[in-house]
């Protein structure tokens, strides 16, 4: 196609020499001249290769590999005419017929590709548009013209970008890759109306927390759909980039500032360690054997009861961690004999106590594994943490074992007391250097139980989405925020402490819901009902985070209080627990609650068969 085009303008400048009576070569040798010609072509076009780019995706780039192989051939023929003026007294070419083809060979070649390149996109790119969603990219800077250019070159596409959209005055009127830049001056619902649009890509890397937020919730009012992309350095593969563009999640829209951890003294704590993580295959304890890793400890054992997710753990730790560091164990903290022997065996300097039974209806139905797990299971660890002068203890709590409705939480705020009597009795006796500690926060996005997964398979299978009560609010914080302040907790704790992590605003289950569908694309209680199930037994319409004589310090941390709770004696907690521990292993539901109710006053059973033991 190259040598037809110069072939072309070859004789279109020949033609218009002869009509102005010139002759544009040596006509005595026009047939060799004009195959050296086409030869000098040929081998300037083969040295730059100028045929080897894809025309559909020619740039500017190719324009230039076109002209500087012309500029070499006029070069050449000029310095040929130069020679052989000189030597025959005669012109082979006359210079300025030279020019005017290079000219036509140079618009030929470039027009040729520019035609190539706007059919395909405009033409048969233009047959596939039908399927593709009509989006607008917030921004207009460097990241949001590369989002672009890889979405219009994607095959197969999922996007059609139609504009971008920019918040400043300084683009108006103007346009990028051929498309117009509108200023954010109305809602921009109404703008993607305007723009016959469905989506609008999230590519602003300047914008705050807050304004993503009003967009997202603007955006989702009137079922348009939002994506977010990564940072152009962040992309692992520019060729798949729609895949990179994903839906707001709520994690997104729920995740609050980043959490600054002190870094140094968790290294510190944990660096050259033995660091022993009950729970390891739990969506919590998996979430602080992560982030205990990347501070090095000497060896990090790994205690569950579950064999299949524990395993799952292992080959995901032994790929960025060596393995001989690592060691599985699979146990129960109910038996004590065996808890007693991976204490002995390892001789851990930090343990962090994450297992537990934590489902609220089913503890409700099973109290005696309530209290067998998270009683005994605790007790049994906090023990050998004592007996085994362990540097720190620090337990996984929640905020259900504030002022508890239900034996789940119950079950945790008497674990609580063990702890804290535990640590009392050390400090009293002055014979052990633990340092018992606590942790206590709300629900965690993502774990398992969480209504987000929950919802999320709802959504999937078409609803209808379960909710307890139109009125029931929670307070979420995501996992590894969660962990990070459990690792923090650890570090600062003197001992005996109860932590309270801030778990930011509550949410209402119902706003979160409908987000969540607003997200997935659907509108709440067309495609996808909401349907009230009533309270489940045990739960309350709102969580608390203190008991109501409970006062809070603060510490260091801004995300961090600690609960001033009093202290009992370690022999009364003691008798209690071990009553109630037998209690248990007779499967008497009644008598154990009644126990419990016993050993935590404030607890008190909401929309529960145990109710009467209340009165």
């Known amino acids: 196609m190259d040598l037809a085009i110069v072939v072309v303008s070859f004789l279109l400048t020949h033609k218009l020499f002869l009509e102005m009576g010139l002759q544009y070569m040596l006509f005595s040798k026009i047939v060799f001249y004009f195959f050296s010609y086409l030869i000098l072509h040929i081998i300037f076009f083969w040295v730059f290769r100028t045929y080897s780019g894809i025309i559909r995706h020619s740039s500017y780039i190719d324009a230039i590999k076109i002209f500087t192989s012309l500029l070499f051939v006029l070069v050449l023929c000029v310095f040929y005419n130069i020679i052989h003026t000189y030597f025959f007294n005669e012109k082979v070419f006359m210079n300025t017929g030279l020019f005017i083809n290079t000219i036509f060979s140079f618009v030929g070649l470039f027009i040729y590709r520019v035609v190539v390149k706007q059919m395909f996109e405009h033409y048969i790119k233009e047959k596939k548009s039908d399927h593709l969603t009509r989006a607008l990219i917030y921004g207009s800077d460097a990241n949001a013209i590369s989002i672009a250019k890889a979405l219009e070159l994607e095959t197969p596409g999922k996007f059609r970008i139609v504009g971008f959209l920019d918040k400043g005055n300084k683009n108006a009127s103007k346009l990028i890759l051929n498309l117009p830049i509108i200023n954010v001056k109305k809602r921009i ?12 890509i999230m590519a602003d890397k300047n914008l705050s927390k807050n304004e993503k937020l009003a967009i997202v919730d ?38 609050r500032k980043p959490i600054v951890l002190n870094n140094n003294a968790i290294s510190k704590q944990l660096f050259n360690k033995v660091v022993l993580i009950s729970g390891a295959a739990g969506s919590i304890g998996s979430e602080i054997v992560k982030q205990v890793i990347s501070f090095n400890p000497k060896h990090i054992v790994l205690l569950d009861q579950a064999e299949t997710p524990l395993h799952h753990m292992s080959l995901e730790v032994g790929t960025y961690f060596p393995k001989e560091k690592v060691s599985c164990v ?16 390892f ?23 309530a209290i067998f797990v998270n009683v005994q299971g605790t007790k049994n ?14 337990m996984v709590s929640t905020d259900k074992a504030v002022n508890p409705s239900n034996v789940m939480g119950a079950s945790k705020r008497i674990a609580e007391k063990y702890v804290q009597a535990l640590h009392h009795k050390a400090l009293k006796n002055n014979d052990c250097t633990t340092r018992f500690i606590t942790t206590r926060f709300g629900n965690v996005l993502g774990s398992n139980g969480s209504v987000v997964p929950l919802f999320t398979s709802q959504i999937a299978k078409g609803g209808p989405i379960t909710i307890t009560h139109p009125d029931i ?17 650890g570090v600062m704790g003197k001992g005996g402490e109860i932590f309270i ?23 709440p209680d067309k495609e996808i009902k909401i349907k009230i199930v009533g309270l489940r037994p ?5 969580e608390e985070l203190l008991n109501d004589t409970s006062k809070t310090v603060l510490t260091h941390h801004e995300k961090i209080t600690i609960a001033q709770e009093e202290y009992e004696d370690l022999e009364l907690v003691q008798s209690l627990v071990k009553e109630l521990i037998k209690i248990s292993k007779e499967f008497s539901k009644n008598e154990i609650v009644a126990k419990m109710k016993e050993i935590v006053p404030e607890f008190k059973s909401m929309n529960s068969d145990f109710e009467y033991l209340d009165k």
Not at 330 to 345: M, P, W
Not at 381 to 389: G, H, L, Q, T
Not at 473 to 489: G, N, S, W
């Open 189 to 200: 619902p109404v703008i993607l109306r305007a723009m016959n649009a469905t989506a609008l």
């Open 218 to 255: 603007d955006c989702l009012e009137y079922n348009c759909k939002v994506y977010t992309v990564p940072v152009i350095s962040d992309w692992e593969n520019e060729e798949e980039i729609s895949k990179s563009i994903k839906s707001f999640e709520i994690h997104d829209l729920l995740e």
């Open 330 to 345: 699979i146990a129960d903290v109910r038996e004590r004999d065996g808890i007693r022997s991976v204490f002995q065996e």
């Open 347 to 369: 001789m851990p300097d930090v343990v962090f106590h994450a297992a537990a039974y934590k489902h609220v209806p089913l503890m409700e139905d099973n109290p005696s594994q």
């Open 381 to 394: 660890i906090a023990d050998f943490s004592y007996e085994f002068n362990v540097e720190s203890f620090v």
């Open 473 to 489: 609010i929670r307070y979420f914080m995501t996992i590894p925020e969660a962990c990070q302040l459990v690792l923090e907790a």
């Open 501 to 523: 992590f801030d778990m930011g605003k509550p949410v209402k289950i119902i706003d979160l819901a409908h987000k969540m569908i607003r997200l997935a694309g659907y509108t």
């Open 538 to 542: 045990g739960e309350k319409l709102y």
